[in-house]
């Protein structure tokens, strides 16, 4: 059982816009930024959207990320088939002397 | 370019201990944490842990404590996890990540390594 959760899949056409929400709490979302990690088949993650609304360099725009109280959700718009695959949020959270948070992941399918 | 390179993949039996190592490059290897995140097949990422290079400090998953130890040698910008008293559910994919951000407010990471398979089997 994750600490934050996340639906487990999510689909799309090619071009539509798909989000996937990620719901925490107090100490972790609540209280830090939120980042989300995509995984294509067989790769290690790589960052997509970092302190809760910014993309790294060479991640296009299409990627978008919000946050608000204790949930944030990613937005891909203009879904491509390179898209499938699986997207993880992540936090900080507060207690315990401090960790990291994961969300058990959301598999993307492009249709 | 910023790369973290691991070892190789490793079989080992329960009871047993893995060291995997992590080698960084392209960046300077004590200015920025390294995280270990582990993920079971067909399952989500589990976060292990953090390491500050520059001071050798570092900071345990409860889940983990006693179990796992993460150092560094300098030296040769190398990262090293391990993990004792093996069992069956610790086979899974071990990454090395770079830790990057100020505090725990903006804390993500920003490169990975490739990942180690360990199979924990008799």
């Known amino acids: 059982q994750s600490v934050l959760t996340q639906p487990p899949s999510a689909s799309g056409t090619p071009g539509q816009r798909v989000t996937i929400s990620c719901s925490g709490s107090?100490?972790?979302?609540?209280?830090?930024?939120v980042n989300w990690y995509q995984q294509l088949p067989g790769t290690a993650p790589k960052l997509l959207i970092y302190?809760?609304?910014q993309r790294p360099s060479g991640v296009p725009d299409r990627f978008s990320g919000s946050k608000s109280g204790t949930s944030a959700s990613l937005a891909i718009s203009g879904l491509q088939s390179e898209d499938e695959a699986d997207y993880y949020c992540?936090?900080?959270?507060?207690?315990?002397?401090?960790?990291?948070?994961f969300g058990g992941g959301t598999k993307l399918t492009v249709l | 370019q910023v790369q973290l390179v691991q070892s190789g993949a490793e079989v080992k039996k329960p009871g047993a201990s893995v060291k995997v190592s992590c080698k960084a490059s392209?960046?300077?290897?004590?200015?920025?944490?390294i995280n270990w995140v582990r993920q079971a097949t067909g399952q989500g990422l589990e976060w292990m842990g953090w390491?500050?290079?520059?001071?050798?400090?570092?900071g345990y998953a409860q889940k983990f404590q006693g179990r796992v130890t993460m150092t560094r040698n300098t030296s040769i910008s190398t990262a090293y996890m391990e993990l004792s008293s093996l069992r069956s559910e610790d086979t899974a994919v071990y990454y090395c990540?770079?830790?990057?951000?100020?505090?725990?407010?903006?804390?993500?990471?920003?490169?990975w390594g490739q990942g180690t398979l360990v199979t924990v089997s008799s």
């Open positions: 990540a770079r830790g990057r951000g100020y505090g725990p407010l903006v804390y993500y990471f920003d490169y």
């Open positions: 392209g960046y300077t290897f004590t200015s920025y944490d």
């Open positions: 390491m500050n290079p520059n001071s050798g400090n570092t």
């Open positions: 107090s100490s972790n979302i609540g209280s830090n930024t």
């Open positions: 302190s809760n609304n």
């Open positions: 992540a936090a900080w959270d507060d207690s315990l002397n401090g960790h990291v948070v």
